[in-house]
């Protein structure tokens, strides 16, 4: 492999691992933005979204990998039910241990997310045992470059990373047109910037705060969906990490800003790409959180958020 | 209780203490190692109930501190890494205290870049510091750099690595069996652990203390009270990394071997759940959740697996019968946390928060407070002994040419402002005038874009709101900032903070010197107290005044920090017209007889026009009108703000 046909395909992984944390950011930035809670647990709902996609392929009876029909049929539908689920999943978070203390501090519902995130964990634990477990190779992989087009090079390209953005890309247009376009989306925006006003105008604002956990479940179910399909693999601590690079990645990018979620995830996704090529994966971990913490130190409006105006 | 009984209770725990590991040996249960082991933890959790329960500051990465004591121990003590400490008699005794200052270092080195950010960010930011320490460690066991086939470094090892370090050198005392008893261990830990809550308690109590818990309570508030935030924060995080050098160095000598595994995410909640469950900012609490945590894990979760496997094997339910419930303890501790927080936020021991009483204007009518006279007897003697320095001459405060903008806007155009001492002026205009912002602007809350603010002829140009405290200049806030869940006596303590001098040693040693000051200052404070008519409520919780005393309270606590020039924001606002009466003679008594001089901003034109020397008028902005009330009065573009324009003078 010459020295560039290794910086292009890390950078193919790159956009793959960053398409599922921009995923994955959505849900921290939208959550963060309309009750500036950073909801520790949503790492952990990806992760179960993962385990519960296997077991509605599993209840589909898809075992191996997946037909052309089964592809058009089975595919979309174990999307709409995973989404579903971990909707479901989140917004009883919500309902549980976040709003009960919608008039606390603000470190106390943080606390509760840490709580529920270690519960969520164990049971995963529990669930699927300590070892990693299978997840069968549903999806077709089939090499592109080599196999379709008879090139012959190095670069390793398959029908897998398609479906990463071909899944990822339509997710994100339909949730820019649902923030911009539709009566939820705008009282979304309102309860962000001022949850007393959005009340006096009108708005639901619980209700508001319920969808926008039911959407950020939704996306992080189908981010786990497509982890799993694409990696093979599920471990129940992955949650605590991939929420902790999507919640950088939600940070870097500003956070309460959408734009900010994908760009931050792809940022995330390619330096993490990249530092486990030209460094060394055990450092990767490090690498991430010192950008974390410079970021919130030195610009905690990240790139493309606004600087919040800080109540005094 | 009662002080007799009081003693006995202590006398008992002290025997209980002091007996427990020899009974332990005389029944043969051989729980000491278990139990030190859960005293060190306990020793954690009080070091980090300081910087999360007094400071207010939520670590999520307390486990690296921890970490950083027990390497700190290991590598210095310890052959693995040929360290020339290891070996000797002294070793030990050196190298706890070395392990504590590299620790409290850590926490400067980690607090200090932390200190701007908002509460949660600095929760990440310290989980963040939490994930990087064990994979440092890990990884700095065996480096190797190579640059284009160039070894720059080659397998070196700075912390053991993966593999952890081991042996660890033990603690020597002569005649002592530390290498093959556990009861010697019991002791030493005791002894620590005991040393570190009588300097923790009286630090709780002493100025730096109260300084915690009103950056806790309001950060703004506190830095314009003359508490400085980034350093108070920054001894928040050194002190309670300090304790976990202790506990992590013992930590190493005890087990004779760490790993970086031991220092995990988990860790750090596990003490979290100790501090939050018995109560965060309560000593008897941490303690307390820190003992249950640890009997929970270690006692009742193995228990509880064998009788709900007997239970299983009794119904015959095999999922019941094979179930480990020790596998459970990380899903126990976050369902802990959750139920904690939703069901009793203050912990287990921590003080039951009262119902607040409901301040509508319903209650204010009904009950009509009668606020005491201010008397000019009940001025405490020590504020006047201190204007007595003040000299009349130059003026005290003078603004030329203050701008601030904000976005486009222009909150303040050029407004110039002159305080002679002993004046008082007021600064009154339309709503969005510019009033407070201006106030905010001289008090340091917001750097100015231009002109300047000259103090007794120096600059406050660029200076902190505390060190602006510190030269003569106090406030109060049109919205009332007190400490809330500090008592009233406390509130106005934090006011003397800045007049005060103990340092760390000083609160833990009390020397006579620190002894003297402390008494002199509650008896400021309790004479501050009488004077704005709240004698008799020194021990009640801030919030839980009604709402004048509470106005009273902030400026009994803004005279606390000596001040020249007091800068009262609508301190009228909300007050019924005997409490209004009231308030103003006490301003007025300030300049009489203290020489204070005041800038009020109010709404009251009675007040304003009754008390005032001189009144500046602001309208967007700007300075439209400055002069004695008489010509205010009569000035035409003050009654055109007020009124708008083609309306007559009304007579007043």
Redesign the interface.
């Known amino acids: 492999m010459n020295w560039w046909e290794v910086l292009v395909q890390q950078t193919i992984n790159g956009i793959t691992r960053g398409s599922v944390f921009a995923l994955i950011a959505m849900g921290y930035t939208m959550v963060y933005g309309i009750i ?3 909801n520790f647990a949503h790492g952990d709902v990806f992760m179960l979204g993962l385990f519960v996609s296997l077991t509605w392929f599993t209840l589909l009876g898809v075992t191996k990998t997946m037909t052309g029909l089964q592809l058009i049929t089975l595919l979309p539908l174990v999307f709409v039910l995973t989404m579903l689920t971990t909707a479901a999943l989140n917004v009883a978070i919500d309902r ?2 976040y709003r ?2 919608r008039r ?1 501090p ?7 997310a ?10 995963a ?2 669930w699927k045992g300590p070892a990693p477990i299978a997840y069968p190779d549903v999806f077709p992989s089939v090499e592109i470059l080599g196999g379709w087009f008879g090139l012959d090079s190095a670069i390793f390209l398959t029908t897998k990373d398609v479906l990463v953005i071909a899944a990822t890309v339509p997710l994100m247009i339909g949730l820019h047109y649902f923030v911009t376009h539709t009566r939820w989306g705008k009282a979304m925006r309102a309860t962000a910037q001022d949850r007393e006003t959005a009340q006096a105008m009108g708005i639901n604002v619980e209700r508001t705060i319920l969808v926008t956990f039911l959407v950020g479940g939704a996306l992080a179910g189908a981010a786990g969906l497509i982890q799993g399909m694409y990696y093979n693999i599920g471990m129940w601590w992955m949650g ?1 990490q991939a929420g ?1 690079r999507a ?1 950088t990645a939600a ?1 870097l990018g500003g956070i309460g800003s959408m734009g900010g979620a994908a760009l931050g995830g792809l940022v995330i996704g390619f330096l993490s790409a990249w530092s486990d090529q030209y460094i ?1 994966a ?2 990767t ?2 690498i991430v ?2 950008i ?2 410079l970021v ?2 030195f610009r ?1 409006h990240g790139l493309l958020g606004e600087r919040a105006a ?1 109540k ?1 | 209780m009662t002080g007799a009984r009081h003693a006995a209770g202590i006398t008992a725990l002290v025997v209980g203490l002091l007996v427990y590991p020899f009974l332990d040996r005389a029944l043969g249960f051989q729980t000491v190692h278990a139990v030190s082991d859960g005293m060190i933890y306990v020793l954690l959790a009080l070091g980090l109930n300081i910087v999360v329960g007094y400071a207010g500051l939520l670590d999520l990465g307390y486990a690296a501190f921890f970490a950083i004591g027990a390497y700190a121990m290991g590598l210095l003590n310890s052959p693995v890494l040929g360290s020339p400490l290891y070996g000797h008699p002294w070793s030990f005794w050196l190298c706890i205290w070395i392990a504590a200052a590299v620790s409290a270092l850590l926490g400067v080195a980690i607090g200090a870049p932390t200190l701007r950010v908002r509460g949660d960010y600095l929760a990440i930011i310290t989980l963040g510091f939490g994930e990087i320490i064990p994979v440092a460690i890990r990884n700095l066991g065996d480096i190797t750099i190579d640059i284009g086939g160039w070894r720059l470094v080659d397998r070196l090892n700075l912390t053991g690595g993966e593999n952890g370090v081991n042996p660890v050198g033990r603690p020597y005392l002569p005649g002592v069996p530390f290498e093959t008893d556990p009861t010697p261990w019991y002791f030493l830990i005791l002894v620590v652990g005991l040393g570190s809550l009588w300097a923790m308690t009286r630090l709780r109590d002493s100025r730096l203390g109260r300084a915690w818990m009103a950056i806790r309570e309001d950060e703004t508030a506190a830095d314009c009270t003359g508490v400085n935030p980034v350093s108070t924060k920054l001894l928040a995080f050194a002190l309670g990394a300090s304790f976990s050098g202790f506990a992590g160095s013992i930590y190493a000598a005890k087990l004779q071997a760490i790993t970086p595994g031991a220092f995990e995410f988990q860790v750090s909640i596990m003490l979290l759940c100790m501090v939050v469950l018995g109560g965060a900012g309560s000593l008897r609490g941490v303690i307390l959740g820190g003992m249950l945590i640890t009997v929970f894990d270690r006692v009742v979760l193995s228990q509880s697996t064998f009788l709900v496997r007997a239970l299983g094997r009794a119904t015959g339910l095999p999922l019941l019968a094979t179930i480990d419930l020790t596998l459970w303890r990380w899903f126990f501790f976050g369902l802990g946390l959750v139920l904690v927080m939703l069901l009793r936020p203050q912990g287990l021991a921590g003080r039951r928060e009262r119902v607040l009483v409901v301040r509508d204007e319903d209650d204010t009518l009904a009950a009509e407070p009668v606020a005491p006279p201010a008397r000019t007897e009940a001025i405490p003697a020590w504020l006047r002994e201190r204007s007595a320095e003040a000299a009349a001459g130059t003026p005290l405060l003078e603004v030329r040419g203050l701008a601030r903008r904000f976005e486009g806007i222009v909150a303040v155009n050029e407004v110039d402002l002159l305080v002679p001492r002993a004046a008082i002026i007021g600064l009154i205009g339309p709503n969005g005038a510019g009033k407070t912002t201006f106030f905010n602007v001289v008090t340091g809350l917001i750097r100015p874009d231009g002109g300047s603010i000259t103090f007794e002829g120096a600059s406050l140009v660029g200076l902190r709101p505390n060190a602006i405290v510190a030269r003569g200049v106090a406030r109060t806030f049109q919205s009332i900032r007190l400490f809330p869940h500090m008592t009233v006596l406390e509130n106005v303590l934090v006011g003397e903070h800045c007049r005060l001098a103990a340092t760390v040693p000083g609160a833990v040693l009390r020397p006579p010197s620190v002894r003297a000051e402390e008494v002199r200052a509650r008896e400021r404070a309790r004479a501050l107290l009488a004077f704005v008519g709240l004698a008799d409520k020194d021990g009640d919780d801030a919030r839980n005044l009604p709402y004048g005393d509470q106005r009273r309270l902030e400026i009994a606590r803004a005279l606390a920090t000596e001040p020249k020039l007091l800068l009262l924001d609508e301190p009228t606002a909300g007050m019924n017209p005997n409490e209004t009466e009231r308030l103003t003679e006490l301003i007025g008594l300030l300049r009489r007889e203290l020489a204070l001089s005041v800038l009020l901003i109010e709404h009251d034109m009675e007040v304003v026009m009754r008390i005032s020397d001189r009144i500046t008028v602001l309208d967007y902005g700007t300075r439209i009108a400055e002069g004695t009330p008489a010509e205010i009065q009569r000035h035409p573009r003050v009654i055109e703000a007020y009124l708008g324009t083609g309306y007559e003078p009304a007579a007043r």
Not at chain 1, 106 to 112: E, N, S, V
Not at chain 1, 114 to 123: A, K, R
Request: aromatic letters at 12%; charged letters at 10%; hydrophobic letters at 60%.
């Open positions: 500036e809670l950073i549980v241990a009960p203390l606390s603000r470190l106390a519902p943080l606390i509760t840490i709580g529920v995130s270690f519960m969520l964990e164990n049971l634990l529990l605590y902790l919640f940070v060394s055990r450092w971990n490090a959180f010192s974390l913490i919130l130190v905690p800080d005094t």
